[in-house]
């Protein structure tokens, strides 16, 4: 009976072997650990990618169902003079822009709103006849005056452009340094939310529901759920006179 033996290794060549099989294990180590972080690292942006993009969806379908809402509000009901002028009073600087322009193009005018922010001086640009005016809108409450100053930088604004006329349209009232000023000054009209409720008079009864929508048209959240309360509270006050005109 054969016996076999195992060859003896020297001690240089198991330590070969050892360092071998060390190199080996490092380097699988480095292969799983870098495999694992990119994998990780792709699982992470995938993810962010498809939150990102429920995110998107969720705020289209936002809007849109309050796009609908707000269309389906304004269609729906006739307002009265006294309404609208409260709904005017109760816009942000940006939706009376855009309530002037509406209103500006229902009368056959040309009209473009500027940029919101760094508008030079003007908020409407006007056509009429290819002759160019701007227009500067300040949606103002309260007791707080239109001055000199605000005046100053529609012309300085008309001028360096060379328009041909200056239109300046408020909510509000104009102090008497203001009215002085504009009289010095060609081709500048002021108006105000008489002036504004005149312009309203004009034009068709059926156009003031397609202003009024365009200017509330939902932009982000926080304007959607203002003009919600705005509209909520609006309806509950006419209820309210609905059933004291029942009463009385």
Same mark, same amino acid.
């Given at each position: ?12 060549? %198991?330590?070969? /072997?050892?360092?071998? $099989?060390?190199?080996?294990? %490092?380097? !699988? ?8 972080? +990119? ?10 990618c498809i939150v990102t993009l429920?995110?998107? *969806?969720? $705020? ?10 707000? #269309? *389906? #509000? ?5 307002? +009265?003079? =006294? ?33 919101? +922010? ?5 908020? !409407? ?22 001055? @000199? ?6 012309? &300085? ?6 328009? #041909? ?6 909510? &509000?009232?104009?102090?008497? /340094? ?15 939310? !008489? ?18 929508? @365009?200017?509330?048209? =939902? ?12 509209? $909520?509270?609006?309806? !509950?006050?006419? %209820?309210?006179?609905? *059933? ?5």
């Amino acid at each position: 009976m054969s016996i076999l033996i195992r060859p003896q290794q020297n001690k240089s060549e %198991r330590s070969d /072997n050892m360092l071998l $099989s060390r190199r080996q294990r %490092r380097s !699988i180590y480095k292969l799983v650990r870098f495999t694992f972080r +990119t994998s990780f690292k792709l699982l992470v942006f995938i993810s962010s990618c498809i939150v990102t993009l429920m995110i998107f *969806n969720v $705020s289209i379908i936002t809007k849109a169902i309050k796009y609908i809402k707000n #269309h *389906n #509000h304004f269609k729906n009901i006739d307002y +009265t003079y =006294p309404q609208i002028q409260k709904l005017v009073n109760s816009m942000t600087g940006r939706q009376f822009e855009i309530f002037c322009c509406e209103l500006f193009k229902s009368l056959g005018f040309k009209a473009k709103t500027t940029v919101a +922010t760094c508008d030079g001086g003007k908020d !409407i640009i006007l056509f009429d006849n290819n002759k160019k005016i701007y227009v500067e809108c300040k949606r103002w409450s309260g007791s707080w005056q239109i001055g @000199r100053p605000e005046i100053q930088k529609l012309v &300085g604004s008309a001028v360096g452009d060379k328009a #041909h006329g200056m239109i300046f349209i408020t909510t &509000g009232k104009y102090n008497s /340094n203001a009215i002085e000023y504009a009289k010095k000054i060609e081709n500048i009209q002021l108006l105000d939310m !008489i002036d504004i409720m005149s312009m309203i008079n004009k034009i068709d009864v059926k156009d003031i529901p397609h202003i009024m929508e @365009r200017s509330f048209a =939902p932009s982000d959240n926080d304007t959607i759920n203002m003009m919600e309360e705005k509209f $909520s509270g609006l309806q !509950i006050k006419n %209820r309210q006179l609905e *059933n004291e005109n029942k009463y009385n």
